[in-house]
């Protein structure tokens, strides 16, 4: 279909009835009342008497001194981000305190993506049961990094041999949670292995498993090759990585192949916010900055491989259903 641009893209959704009544044009709001799901942003507070930093960091270590909810709220809006997927942030440890708090104040409008260890020498809460306990607080997914993003903890190739991975993907498949794979494309098969394993357990790929323009065909293969177990979803986004300017659209073709093997329905958008400079960058900046309005446009505006619905379900819709339609 043709691509419309963003304001027949709202108004026709609208007429559709996939977006909320239209507010009046003279009033200072966005045109409708925003509905696009952001399946993944970081957020951290800079008062660190009450979410102290987990033993080790310093607000040194910090990207900036705070990414505030309150900001990411500011930022979204005006690109009709209406629910968000909050994502533990690596210095506040095991505490989710933060996205918590954020939570418990507005739970139609914000999830969580929490932080549970499979594989510790120290004595903690058996993984599969803290799962548990947290998405009883609205944390419906897990991070786990791959392999080849985290320091080596043994065991070769099949780095999730353990019985703290077991426990996690049981815990999943009977609670409908997802354990969310921050990876690269190395790592596939020991999730393909894990998945083979545990047919029933909902698995997230990040942002899109590292691959870009220059992949090669072998290791887009193997991504799409991960369409074929049923309970893996992917995050589409992170656009801003690898000296990418906005538009992006570079990776479109990408997305294509991605949204043609997995399906609408399997694919959640994502901005991965916050952007350069707000976070450590080894390319220039652009001359258009990065933010969440051109992560969306991406999508909404230049995919015109897409129908409406299409771009209704990646932006919304999928991620809608897994962490708030439960």
């Known amino acids: 279909m043709k691509d419309l641009n963003r304001r027949e893209w709202i108004i026709s959704a609208s007429a559709m009835g996939l977006f ?14 925003p509905t696009i799901v952001d399946a993944h942003v970081h957020v951290w507070s800079s008062d660190f008497r009450r979410y102290p930093l987990a033993p080790g960091f310093e607000p040194k270590d910090l990207w ?4 505030s909810v ?3 709220i500011r930022e979204g809006k005006p690109a009709g981000i209406g ?9 506040y440890g095991l505490d989710h305190s933060y996205i918590l708090d954020i939570i418990a104040k507005d739970p139609k409008h914000f999830v969580g993506t929490g932080i549970v260890p499979a594989v510790t020498d120290v004595s903690l809460p058996s993984p599969d049961k803290t799962m548990i306990a947290l998405s009883k607080k609205g944390i419906y997914a897990f991070r786990v990094r791959g392999g080849t993003t985290r320091p080596p903890l043994g065991g070769g190739s099949q780095w999730m041999d353990h019985p703290g991975f077991d426990k996690m993907f049981k815990a999943a498949a009977e609670h409908n949670l997802a354990l969310s794979f921050l990876m690269s494309i190395n790592d596939l098969p020991e999730v393909a292995r894990m998945c083979e394993r545990f047919p029933d357990s909902p698995v997230i790929i990040d942002h899109l498993a590292g691959t870009h323009e220059a992949s090669t065909e072998e290791e887009i293969q193997l991504l799409l090759k991960m369409a074929q177990h049923k309970k893996v979803m992917i995050k589409v986004g992170a656009f801003y990585g690898r000296g990418r300017t906005p538009p992006y659209l570079s990776l479109l073709p990408l ?11 399997r694919c959640m958008w994502e901005s991965d916010a916050p952007f350069p400079p707000d976070r450590p960058s080894r390319h220039p900046l652009p001359e258009v900055p990065h933010g969440i309005e051109p992560a969306v446009a991406l999508i909404r505006d230049h995919a015109d491989f897409l129908s409406q619905s299409d771009k209704h ?10 962490f708030f339609n439960r």
Do not use: H
């Open 313 to 322: 379900q990646i932006l919304t819709k999928t991620a809608e259903d897994f």
């Open 83 to 91: 629910k968000t997927n909050l994502i533990q942030m690596t210095w």
């Open 20 to 33: 909320g009544a239209c507010n009046s044009p003279k009033e200072d709001k966005p045109l409708v009342e």
């Open 255 to 265: 997305i294509k192949r991605i949204v043609d093997a997995f399906g609408p329905e």
């Open 64 to 67: 900036i001194p705070s990414y």
């Open 70 to 72: 309150e900001r990411l």
